[in-house]
T-cell receptor, first 114, second 113 residues
C-alpha cells in the first residue's frame, strides 16, 4: 500500500497570508490526525478527523482549522499566518480511532513564515 | 503540558553498544508507543505496548512498561549507525472518543561508527 502523502512538501509564506496543507491517508484508513512540530514546543496535536467529523482538538487558536473529505483525504488551513507558525506539519493516519491506534506518518510539510 | 517526557534528552554511543531511553508520563493510559524520526522527516512507528503488558520485543528493540511508576523504557541492542535518530514516546489517553496521542520531546540518539 502507498504510504501517507502530504503536499506540498515545502512552503514559504509571509505574515498575514493563509495556507492550506493536504494529506492523503493510507488506503482504507479513516482517521487522520495533524501535528505541529517545532524545536521549542516539540510535537503538538492539532486535531483528529474520523469519517469527516472532527473527533478531538488540541490547544491551538481558531486560525487553525481542518476538514476531511468522504475519501478520507484531509486538509488543514492556517489563516492570518504568524512567524511562530513556522514549523513542520505532520499528518498521520490510522485505521480506526479511539484507544490509541498506531499512527502512520507522512513526510510532513515544512512551512516557513517570513 | 506534554504527557510523556523522555530521558535523556541526548545520548551518544558507539556502534555495537546498547542504548536505553526512558519515558515518564502523568496520567492513566491505554497504551504507550515509541516512534523514531530521522532528521526533519516523518515519524516511524516502532512498537506499541498496552497498559496490561509489561514487556514487548521487536527485533533489536525491547520495551518495558511500569504503570505503577508511570514509566517506560526503550532498549536498542547492538546499535548501528543507522539507528541515529530522535526517539519519541507517545501516550494514548484512556477514554473512548477523546483519543489523542501526546508526544514527549524526544531523545536524540547518535550512534558513532
Amino acid at each position: 500500500k502507498a504510504g501517507v502523502t502530504q503536499t506540498p512538501r515545502y512552503l514559504i509564506k509571509t505574515r498575514g497570508q493563509q495556507v492550506t496543507l493536504s494529506c492523503s491517508p493510507i488506503s482504507g484508513h479513516r482517521s487522520v490526525s495533524w501535528y505541529q512540530q517545532t524545536p521549542g514546543q516539540g510535537l503538538q496535536f492539532l486535531f483528529e478527523y474520523f469519517s469527516e467529523t472532527q473527533r478531538n482538538k488540541g490547544n491551538f487558536p481558531g486560525r487553525f482549522s481542518g476538514r476531511q473529505f468522504s475519501n478520507s483525504r484531509s486538509e488543514m488551513n492556517v489563516s492570518t499566518l504568524e512567524l511562530g507558525d513556522s514549523a513542520l506539519y505532520l499528518c498521520a493516519s490510522s485505521l480506526l480511532t479511539g484507544g490509541g491506534e498506531t499512527q502512520y506518518f507522512g513526510p510532513g510539510t515544512r512551512l516557513l513564515v517570513l | 503540558s506534554q504527557q510523556g517526557e523522555e530521558d535523556p534528552q541526548a545520548l551518544s554511543i558507539q556502534e555495537g553498544e546498547n542504548a536505553t531511553m526512558n519515558c515518564s508520563y502523568k496520567t492513566s493510559i491505554n497504551n504507550l508507543q515509541w516512534y523514531r524520526q530521522n532528521s526533519g522527516r516523518g515519524l516511524v512507528h516502532l512498537i506499541l505496548i498496552r497498559s496490561n503488558e509489561r514487556e514487548k520485543h521487536s527485533g533489536r528493540l525491547r520495551v518495558t512498561l511500569d504503570t505503577s511508576k508511570k514509566s517506560s523504557s526503550l532498549l536498542i541492542t547492538a546499535s548501528r549507525a543507522a539507528d541515529t535518530a530522535s526517539y519519541f514516546c507517545a501516550t494514548a489517553y484512556s477514554g473512548g472518543s477523546n483519543y489523542k496521542l501526546t508526544f514527549g520531546k524526544g531523545t536524540l540518539l547518535t550512534v558513532n561508527p
